[in-house]
């Protein structure tokens, strides 16, 4: 089976064929580090980061580069209203991009280039494109002249006439015409800048990815991906660049995620409705936050509220539970070791379903309905009298499997080891010997841990609150 991708470029799923048999060169367009992350932020990360796992769960070898934009305009604009300069502001907001994104379980790439560490190459690049005939100096700022590029317009589909109805600015003294971009910003007074052949300035935003994917990945690369805002002019641009400098395709395949709406609204600066993960996760829990996301295929729009977050929550509680019912009684059916094939065959199929629907264009609605469907039959299998060994483990497996993929977690780890171990260990005994008002006191202390306990048959259980 292969995988196909949607790509926006052609408008159509296509099936991957990489440039390199077995290898992926995957760049995904990181944050502008000026502020904590809001939602819009997360969906990217958690959408490519899931495409990565998966690339691996089936076998390929990924190489995942993710850059920051550690100097811009919102960060100059930062620095002033907080008296704070600019590394600073963006030191202590990609550290915080790495505690929030590691929360909701997304991987670090492989490199995290920062523009900052990377001025060299930006410069040598825009040289190249004046050389080329592609950009000129004007005034200190040095910009792209668009219409020189043929294919201008290929990945947004639209064409130059249609661009140059909707520009918002009109031709100046320093531009040769109002569809060209900048690439190298001169630097006003008291701003951060770097010397270069054209005066001390800094880069422009698109820039900095054409140079940084090339660096790390190569003139050629096989996945460029980011959120649909992206598209224009961010990847259109970029296109412009690294093709006409390098007379070779930019990237073959170009991944967008949809919006995020906030209560049916499309979040956005103007009506206040932006939320930040930083603050979401001190109050949710953030692996809910993931399997939300994830619950609505990649490119289609999502809508947020909490109402629908504690839908996520429910759903991800039910299949956690089927996980641990089955742990449960794996440890009951130690040394049950008969096969039961028709159940093997059962779990083997959903495996196959599971795969057909990532392949898909990593399909993770359908993926999560499959592992639905894997959790209702491991709630069947327990219903039986006599239950195997193998085949509870078959189950656990593709539990494990597919939760890996989606990059969520079956079992908690932290706090509910020993010491909570002990106190479960002591109320059971407090029970035995009758001594109620030991056992309930140490109830009331579990459950004001958010520890909740479930007595049964088979025994004392607990789950995190």
């Known amino acids: 089976m292969a995988i196909k991708i949607y790509n926006t470029l052609t408008r159509k799923k296509e099936e991957f064929k990489p440039l390199e048999e077995g290898k992926v060169k995957m760049y995904v367009c990181g944050p502008t580090v000026y502020n904590y992350i809001h939602i819009g932020n997360a969906r990217p990360a958690i959408v490519f980061d ?24 919102k960060l100059i604009k930062a620095a002033n209203e907080l008296g704070e300069d600019v590394p600073t502001i963006a030191e202590r907001f990609i550290a915080a991009y790495h505690e929030d994104t590691g929360a909701l379980g997304c ?24 050389d080329k005939g592609y950009a000129y100096e004007s005034k200190g700022d040095v910009y792209y002249r668009t219409r020189k590029f043929e294919g201008y317009g290929k990945l947004s589909h639209q064409s130059i006439d249609e661009l140059k109805v909707g520009a918002r600015i009109e031709a100046g003294d320093k531009k040769e015409d109002p569809l060209d971009f900048v690439l190298w910003k001169a630097a006003k007074e008291g ?64 991944m967008h995620n949809g919006y995020i709406n906030i209560d049916n609204e499309k979040m956005s600066k103007s009506l206040g409705n932006f939320v930040l993960v930083h603050d979401i996760i001190k109050e949710q829990d953030p692996q809910v936050l993931r399997f939300f996301m994830l619950s609505v295929h990649y490119r289609h729009p999502i809508n947020y509220n909490l109402d629908l977050l504690e839908n996520a929550k429910t759903g991800l509680d039910r299949l956690k539970t089927s996980y ?108 035995k010997d009758r001594n109620f008002q030991l056992a309930d006191e140490l109830r009331d202390k579990l459950k004001d841990m958010n520890i909740i306990l479930e007595d049964t048959a088979q025994g004392t259980r607990w789950k995190r609150g």
């Open 107 to 130: 991987q670090k790439a492989d490199v995290h280039p920062r523009v900052t560490e990377n001025m060299d190459i930006i410069i040598d690049f825009i040289q190249a494109l004046i």
């Open 324 to 431: 641990e019912n089955l742990k449960h009684r794996r440890d009951a059916s130690a040394g049950l070791t008969d096969d039961n094939q028709g159940w093997m065959d059962k779990i083997s199929s959903l495996k196959e379903q599971f795969i057909t629907e990532m392949d898909d264009d990593f399909n993770t609605a359908n993926g999560i309905s499959v592992l639905f469907e894997l959790s209702r039959q491991a709630n069947y299998y327990l219903m039986e009298k006599n239950t195997s060994a193998a085949v509870i483990d078959e189950f656990m497996k593709h539990f494990q499997e597919f939760f890996e993929v989606l990059g969520l977690k079956l079992e908690e780890t932290g706090l509910l080891d020993e010491e909570i171990e002990e106190m479960i260990t002591q109320r059971i005994q407090a029970r």
């Open 191 to 254: 701003e951060i800048f770097w010397e270069s052949p054209w005066g001390q300035g800094r880069p422009g935003w698109h820039i900095e990815c054409s140079a940084m994917a090339k660096k790390y990945l190569g003139e050629t690369i096989d996945i460029h991906a980011g959120g649909q805002d992206l598209a224009f002019p961010h990847h259109e641009n970029e296109i412009a660049q690294s093709e006409a400098l390098n007379n070779q395709t930019f990237a073959r395949y170009w």
């Open 50 to 73: 899931t495409v990565r796992r998966y690339f691996e769960y089936r076998g390929w070898d990924v190489n995942f580069v993710s850059n920051f934009t550690d100097v811009d305009d």
